[in-house]
T-cell receptor, first 113, second 114 residues
């Protein structure tokens, strides 16, 4: 089944404890992206990648890191999480390098205490 | 910067037609998308416009006017299951060495009533 998977789906952590949210797609898509969704602010792009080893900042990259060593995986790293990073995170992928027709993962709900 | 505006909430009756508007201001515009998001779920793709005009797909149509920075999503023959949030998103060329960034509006929450 063609899909985007994220792990974990739910996470409670404490300030400063490094964490990684994994994202994997099995559709051989070129473009992958991370978003956070907050009430009243909508979906905001954190980072995106148009191909392996090619990543760029979205609108809210501060406090996050990403890597794209393989086409299928695009992990999101929070080196030192803070409470303002409490949010719902979505990973997405799309076939071309332009981010058309994005397929979203199920979301990761993160709470930073 | 980028600015995308859409109404916060709308209500419509089952069987009716509703139009959700989206206006945007952005540099490097390269396409406009509409996504549907049901509560507690991930967004799903509805439509994509890169040229001016109307794109029709079943009960859903989307229109784009690049000169006016304006798009709308038209939903016909509304069904109860159409109650969801509708997200307008603008794709833009971020810079010459990079790919395409996407900016989403805050979404329009549509309630379909019997």
């Amino acid at each position: 089944e063609a899909q985007v998977t994220q792990n974990p789906r739910y996470l409670i952590t404490v300030t400063g404890k490094k964490l990684t949210v994994t994202c994997s797609q099995n559709m051989n898509h070129e473009y992958m992206s991370w978003y956070r969704q907050d009430p009243g602010l909508g979906l905001r792009q954190i980072y995106y990648s148009m191909n392996v080893e090619v990543t760029d900042k979205g609108d809210v990259p501060e406090g996050y890191k990403v890597s794209r060593k393989e086409k299928r995986n695009f992990p999101l790293i929070l080196e030192s999480p803070s409470p303002n990073q409490t949010s719902l995170y979505f990973c997405a992928s799309s076939p071309g390098q332009g981010g058309e027709t994005q397929y979203f993962g199920p979301g990761t709900r993160l709470l930073v205490l | 910067g980028q600015n995308i505006d859409q109404p916060t909430e709308m209500t419509a009756t089952e069987g009716a037609i509703v139009q959700i508007n989206c206006t945007y201001q952005t540099s490097g515009f390269n396409g406009l998308f509409w996504y549907q998001q049901h509560a507690g779920e991930a967004p799903t793709f509805l439509s994509y416009n890169v040229l001016d005009g109307l794109e029709e797909k079943g009960r859903f149509s989307s229109f784009l006017s690049r000169s006016k920075g304006y798009s709308y999503l038209l939903l016909k023959e509304l069904q109860m299951k159409d109650s969801a949030s509708y997200l307008c998103a603008v794709r833009r060329r971020a810079n010459s060495n990079s790919g395409y960034a996407l900016n989403f509006g805050k979404g329009t929450s549509l309630l379909v009533t019997p």
